[in-house]
């Protein structure tokens, strides 16, 4: 089954440097990638997503890029701040299967 | 709207007994899936339903059944409770067209003694 490898676990950063964290996925069927954003006591919330006929997207602070040959997808947060300390969660899902699988998740935290 | 509504927030079970993890959602989601969440192990996928009337099964599902007699409602049963099921579920629910934004509850904190 589709199987999500997300690295590093933790990540630690100055306010104002920038974040990156890189995903695996093992299905090349595959055609959906989120990623989320867990804060602490809360459910996790979908901030960016990217669809495999899209190499990058961005919104604001935060871009997503697929390469779907070496089937990576990674999250890049420039000018962190502290607010963007929190667990972060990528995934990933075939067509139509309403199945999405999940990486292990990475700690960033962004000191003031 | 409301969301995706998990009850209860907290509960602590013995060993052997059974309980169900309620999960509504007022969006008219066709998706609704569950999920565990452990340390350092992320976001493990219980059961899954597409669709009023369909479930499957996802990386983890022994122990905990689901039904899916509605679209609003997905509710999780766990059969015998196990130590080993310690862990915060969450629901979450996505309209198919949108395909996979799935909307998250606010999690169940189970304790299994």
């Known amino acids: 089954g589709e199987n999500v490898e997300q690295h590093p676990s933790t990540l630690s950063v100055q306010e104002g440097d920038s974040a990156v964290i890189k995903c695996t996925y093992s299905d090349s069927a595959s055609n959906y990638f989120p990623w989320y954003k867990q804060e602490l006591g809360k459910g996790p919330q979908l901030i960016i997503d990217?669809?495999?006929?899209?190499g990058e997207k961005k919104d604001q602070r935060i871009a997503v890029t697929l390469n779907k040959t070496a089937k990576h997808f990674s999250l890049h947060i420039t000018e962190t701040q502290p607010e963007d300390s929190a667990v972060y969660f990528c995934a990933a899902s075939g067509s139509n299967t309403g199945k999405l699988i999940f990486g292990q998740g990475t700690t960033l935290q962004v000191k003031p | 709207n409301a969301g995706v509504t998990q009850t209860p927030k907290f509960q602590v079970l013995k060993t052997g007994q059974s309980m169900t993890l309620q999960c509504a959602q007022d969006?008219?989601?066709?998706?609704m899936s569950w999920y565990r969440q452990d340390p350092g192990m992320g976001l493990r996928l219980i059961h899954y339903s597409v669709g009023a009337g369909i479930t499957d099964q996802g990386e983890v599902p022994n122990g905990y059944n689901v039904s899916r007699s509605t679209t609003e409602d997905f509710p999780l049963r766990l059969l015998s409770a196990a130590p080993s099921q310690t862990s915060v579920y969450f629901c979450?629910?996505?309209?198919?067209?949108?395909?996979?934004?799935?909307?998250f509850g606010s999690g169940t904190r189970l304790t299994v003694v």
């Open positions: 969006m008219n989601h066709e998706y």
């Open positions: 979450a629910s996505s309209r198919k067209s949108r395909a996979y934004g799935y909307t």
């Open positions: 990217i669809r495999s006929n899209v």
